[in-house]
């Protein structure tokens, strides 16, 4: 077994585990007593990539942070717990095994950003990777086995303990010298495990809570007897500071040469790592974990009315933690820390556990206050309600289910059927959390435009996006929207989460920014090697399932606004055979992100043509036909992130959504007209289904720009205004050509019908057009005797 630490953690600037995880590992547990699902999630991502169950067990009391809707909590599987004796929870564990290896985190930190980065804890980082298993790790698995008879705990919690525990201690156990010695209080309270030295040089006290007598901190001191006494505390200890002057007193009386020192971290870091440490010349006892200088801590067992239930780690030690944190003195009740008076424990209450989403029914559970429970819960989840019956009951834990009910979202409130209201739960789907990825993509631990800039990560991305090709749920017989949940569930379980949320619009990607920069640090060969890549995913995805498409034509797209290719026809033909792809697949279940993301498609090759003299176009556009017009959020949601310098500065999801109806029925005259260039004047079509144009520049000549620019539209009336009373009427059908200028109140017609080499010579003034062969006077402006 390999030990690093006991240490202080340094600041971190991302979310991350205490230590890195077993790589391999089947099966990661947190154990906590406060938890941020969502920062776990983040922190848990890669292992959970890599094929392994995540479950976080947390006190129910300290609570679980959700975050709002976009907070992801779905792959990690939240346990909340509550001490059968009335106490905390409060074991900081992080475990990752397999069968043949484990790496076990112990400490002080919360599963939440402070107790995982920004504060300074102690950790202990273990490695059990041999053919046998030292006793630690034994002693780790007996106890989870153990600790179901401690908590009100679910089934499914149950299930996920023994699991971890049977992997710890699928090989065989053999002692090692100098291994750290596990301490737990489900049956002897730890202080009656510590090896204490009487007659010690030195004993060190760190925590954040002291019982109002201190009682606690006295025992250990009178167990000691040290000459010399530091305790270090956190401003916000909690604390009754006359009960812990008078057990300081006491301590100094020991010895008529002792030394009491109270101090504090000068840099403000440290918040509620416990620890113990006593010195006799050189050599040192350590326990460290997250215990509080309490009794419910230190002086009784988890069993015992009231008991935390702990978990913390000795070990033999040459150097002192506590002289490693900058401190500075202080005393006691001088005002200077802000001091929590410690409070009575509040009563039972009836306290919801979670909500469960399975794949037939809807399953809470909740720890009654006293004999009797709810006869029924009402749980809300954003917008829906669901009624669950009372099922069953083991003593005070009680289970509610309703079956062929479904339940979204990432919190519910719960109340009584009488509308009591009983709390918010952590709904999660278990199907999704218990699931071990097959072929987990890398957007699973990183972000898209890391993924690009990495070969291999881009590999597997594009391995990935040929897997949600692989098989598909049965079509006949089944209800849409139950094959399309059944349809994502085994997606999910082959690629993960994450590339499905990337390919049904569900994780935004900033393209034309965070990717632009990426491919900006390419060199030539890897633009060209992704070049190839993204080609040979458009041919392939032309055969596959509507889902992978819709993955593969957004990476085409993505990548074009991203800037893959350097010029509209390079790029242009790329992303409308992968739109022509998407169109041509028939599939109900996801017909709604098919028209958005088809829509953001077809605005971008409308986009590519006007920059480009390719043809085509109508062609795609007859073949893109859709029933309704997409969902608004899920055209905004494809399209964000795509707008800069590719696709324009106005590519945004109100500006496509806008236009997209008229795209799919304008006509390719509508696009000539587009095209038009803006320094000839203001173009519009006219209500008579003409051009109108709008000049400060010679009419006549401008007229015949716009004829040119139009020729492949015969007879398109032309007006051009100009100043006052310049106005120009013109006809073009590619050999006659019709002009009409203002003549004393009414209009003179000139005719030219025979121009064979067209009129671009005469629109671009390179020469002036000949004499006109037959002229007239008409009341209108209409193409009259021409």
């Not at 585990?17 to 790589?23: K, V």
Request: net charge negative.
């Amino acid at each position: 077994m390999l030990t690093a630490g006991p240490a202080w953690t340094a600041p971190a600037d991302r979310p991350q585990t205490p230590a890195p995880l077993l790589s391999g590992a089947e099966e990661v547990l947190v154990l906590t007593g406060a938890a941020d699902l969502g920062f776990a999630e983040a922190c848990l991502r890669q292992a959970r990539a890599a094929g392994a169950r995540t479950t976080v067990l947390y006190d129910a009391r300290a609570g679980a942070t959700v975050g709002d809707g976009s907070a992801a909590v779905r792959d990690v599987l939240p346990i909340p717990v509550l001490p059968r004796s009335g106490g905390a929870f409060r074991a900081r564990v992080v475990i990752a095994a397999s069968p043949s290896a484990a790496t076990v985190s112990i400490g002080s930190g919360d599963a939440t950003p402070g107790g995982w980065g920004r504060d300074a804890e102690v950790w202990t980082h273990l490695t059990a990777d041999g053919a046998t298993v030292p006793t630690l790790i034994t002693d780790l698995a007996d106890w989870l086995r153990r600790l179901p008879g401690l908590l009100w705990i679910e089934a499914l919690g149950v299930e996920r303990l023994e699991a971890v525990a049977a992997l710890l201690s699928a090989r065989p156990h053999a002692a090692e010298p100098d291994e750290p010695l596990l301490l737990v209080n489900d049956q002897v309270p730890i202080v009656e495990q510590l090896p204490f030295a009487a007659g010690a040089d030195r004993l060190g006290v760190a925590t954040s809570a002291f019982d109002p007598a201190g009682r606690a901190f006295g025992e250990i001191a009178r167990a000691v007897r040290a000459l010399q006494v530091s305790l270090l505390v956190p401003p916000g200890v909690r604390c009754d500071v006359a009960g812990l002057t008078g057990a300081l007193d006491e301590v100094g009386g020991f010895d008529e040469t002792g030394e009491v020192l109270v101090q504090t971290p000068a840099g403000g870091r440290y918040r509620g790592a416990g620890l113990v440490e006593w010195w006799t010349g050189d050599a040192g006892v350590l326990v460290t974990g997250g215990l509080e200088c309490t009794p419910e801590s230190l002086l009784v067992t988890a069993a015992d009315p009231g008991g935390n239930c702990e978990l913390a780690l000795l070990q033999e030690v040459t150097a002192s933690l506590l002289d490693e944190l900058e401190a500075r003195d202080i005393t006691l009740g001088d005002g200077s820390l802000a001091v929590r008076t410690p409070e009575p424990v509040p009563p039972a209450t009836t306290r919801v556990l979670a909500v469960r989403v399975h794949a037939d029914r809807v399953e809470a559970s909740l720890v009654a206050a006293g004999s009797t429970a709810p006869d029924g819960l009402v749980v809300t989840a954003g917008e829906t309600s669901v009624k669950l019956p009372w099922s069953g009951a083991e003593e005070r834990l009680h289970t509610y289910v309703a079956e062929d009910v479904r339940l979204g979202g990432r919190s519910a409130q719960v109340r009584a059927a009488d509308g009591t209201q009983l709390g918010t739960a952590v709904v999660n789907d278990v199907a999704v959390a218990v699931t071990r990825y097959s072929h987990a993509s890398p957007l699973e631990f990183r972000e898209l435009a890391s993924v690009f800039g990495d070969a291999s990560d881009l590999d597997a991305l594009f391995a990935a996006v040929a897997q949600l090709a692989s098989g598909r749920t049965p079509r006949h017989g089944v209800p849409v929207a139950e094959r399309r949940a059944a349809e994502e569930e085994r997606l999910q379980g082959i690629v993960g989460p994450a590339l499905l949320d990337f390919a049904f619009g569900r994780a935004a990607v900033d393209a034309a920014d965070e990717l632009g920069i990426a491919v900006m640090g390419m060199d030539a060969g890897q633009i060209e090697r992704l070049r190839q890549q993204v080609l040979r995913l458009g041919g392939a995805a032309a055969g596959w399932p509507l889902p992978a498409r819709l993955a593969a034509f957004r990476i085409v797209l993505v990548l074009a606004a991203a800037g893959l290719w350097p010029a509209p026809q390079d790029w242009t033909p790329l992303v409308a055979a992968g739109l022509d792809s998407l169109v041509a697949a028939d599939d109900e279940a996801f017909a709604a992100e098919q028209a958005a993301l088809a829509t953001v498609g077809i605005a971008a090759v409308h986009h590519g043509h006007l920059l480009s003299p390719l043809g085509g176009f109508e062609e795609l556009r007859a073949q893109v036909r859709l029933d309704e017009a997409p969902p608004a959020e899920i055209v905004a949601r494809y399209a964000n992130g795509l707008a800069g310098d590719v696709l324009g500065p106005e590519f945004r999801a109100e500006d496509i959504a806008a236009d997209a109806g008229e795209l799919l029925v304008r006509s390719a005259f509508d696009d000539a007209v587009d095209a038009i260039p803006e320094s000839i004047g203001t173009v519009q079509r006219s209500d008579a289904g003409g051009v109108l144009v709008d000049t400060s520049k010679d009419p006549r000549r401008t007229a015949l720009l716009v004829l040119d620019l139009l020729r492949d539209f015969p007879d398109t009336h032309v007006t051009v205004r100009g100043a006052a009373g310049t106005d120009t009427h013109g006809w073009w059908n590619g050999r006659r050509l019709v002009l009409l200028q203002p003549f004393g109140g009414r209009w003179r017609g000139s005719l030219w019908p025979g121009l064979m080499t067209g009129i671009a010579t005469y629109a671009k003034g390179a020469s002036p057009l000949p004499t006109a062969s037959r002229t007239w006077i008409t009341e209108v402006a209409e193409m009259g005797e021409g």
